[in-house]
């Protein structure tokens, strides 16, 4: 029995013959892994509810907080093309802000708020801030949770299209507004998001330049190929899983390139501000200074900072120091010039 166990537990060692084999696993370890992920979405479901109450607790005194639904593109990949409903477009969940004190004026200018995150969602810990800054300037907000975002469970989760279809869903939003909200002006609409929220705000105005005034980026994911090369294996992993974009950069890189910014600038028309700090623990500099790079070599008019070890690397300018806080009155000025909000930042 003792060496029947030694034998058992040997097999399950990372260097034994199981382990090199990529054995499956058995129906316990598949069960535990499925129960793992089931309550993974049940935790990422509650949060996202918490998060629903603090927008609402947040925000009520300055805007009018919603959160509505509205459809994006079909899904970019299917298991069963002949399946009941198998073409339908994917429902999108948004917050919407609209200003108490200024949306009785007859035209607001509106501003498209994207979220960051490889997977994640608009939370209040991150933007509630923000949005109210915006909102007390005057500006309408939507906040898309776009295809990929958490807490709306596994399929919505694995239906991400990264530097895909998810710029359609954030688009999609924008027209939403437009169509829902007469009051709101179609020719003052601008978009800004930090982060992965940064790469979606570049390829939306890239793709889209007639749909945007400005855009604001803030540490923007911009080339996915070299950031497949210094970032882990487990991260490279994430993107080439089957339901994401299903191969590795390796193995496809005209496909990184075509999701990337930095490939995508000859494209740009629309007044842009980019920032970025050398001391980013998560978008290396180096990414953006090969977007600023080939944005000049494309010979196109834009605006940029990069900040030298700015306090809070990713988050620098997100936070409540001085820095952060000159930071974005700096960005609420460069918007306000195409946006001309009721009540903007001196």
């Given amino acids: ?43 990422q479901k509650l949060a996202k509810q918490i998060g629903d109450l603090m927008w609402f607790q947040r925000l009520a005194d300055v805007a009018e907080v919603d959160k509505i639904r509205y459809t994006g593109p079909p899904l970019r990949l299917t298991n069963n ?61 939507i906040a898309p949770d776009y295809r990929g975002s958490t807490g709306y469970g596994a399929d919505f989760y694995h239906a991400i299209d990264y530097g895909g279809l998810e710029n359609d869903d954030v688009l999609a939003g924008k027209k939403w507004m437009l169509e829902n909200h007469a009051n709101i002006d179609p020719e003052r609409v601008g978009i800004l998001g930090w982060s992965h929220g940064g790469m979606i705000t570049l390829m939306n105005i890239f793709a889209h330049p007639q749909d ?34 299903g191969k590795t950069a390796e193995e496809n890189v005209e496909e990184y390139r075509r999701r990337s910014p930095a490939w995508n600038v000859e494209k740009l028309q629309t007044p842009l501000l980019i920032h970025t700090t050398t001391n980013d623990e998560d978008v290396n500099v180096l990414e953006v200074e090969h977007l600023i790079a080939a944005l000049r070599a494309a010979g196109k008019q834009f605006e940029y900072k990069i900040y030298t070890n700015a306090p809070g690397g990713h988050a620098f300018n997100r936070i409540d120091t001085r820095l952060a806080q000159e930071s974005r009155a700096e960005i609420y000025r460069f918007l306000a010039r195409y946006l001309n909000p009721p009540e903007p930042v001196k």
């Fill in 81 to 141: 093309p002949t399946a009941q409903g198998a073409g339908n477009e994917l429902v999108i969940a948004a917050y919407t802000f609209l200003p108490k004190k200024q949306f009785s004026t007859p035209k607001v200018p509106l501003l498209v708020l994207v979220h960051g995150g490889v997977h994640e969602n608009a939370r209040p810990d991150d933007e509630a801030r923000i949005v109210r800054e915006l909102v007390t300037q005057g500006y309408a907000i």
């Fill in 1 to 43: 029995m003792r060496a029947a166990l030694v034998v058992l537990t040997a097999s399950w060692l990372p260097g034994s013959s199981r382990a090199q084999t990529n054995a499956p696993l058995d129906p316990i370890q598949q069960r535990l892994k499925a129960l793992e992920e089931s309550l993974d979405f049940s935790q």
């Fill in 212 to 245: 945007y005034k400005v855009a604001y980026a803030g540490v923007p994911v911009s080339d996915l190929v070299a950031r497949m090369g210094y970032k882990s294996p487990g991260y490279r992993e994430l993107f080439s899983a089957p339901y994401h974009i």
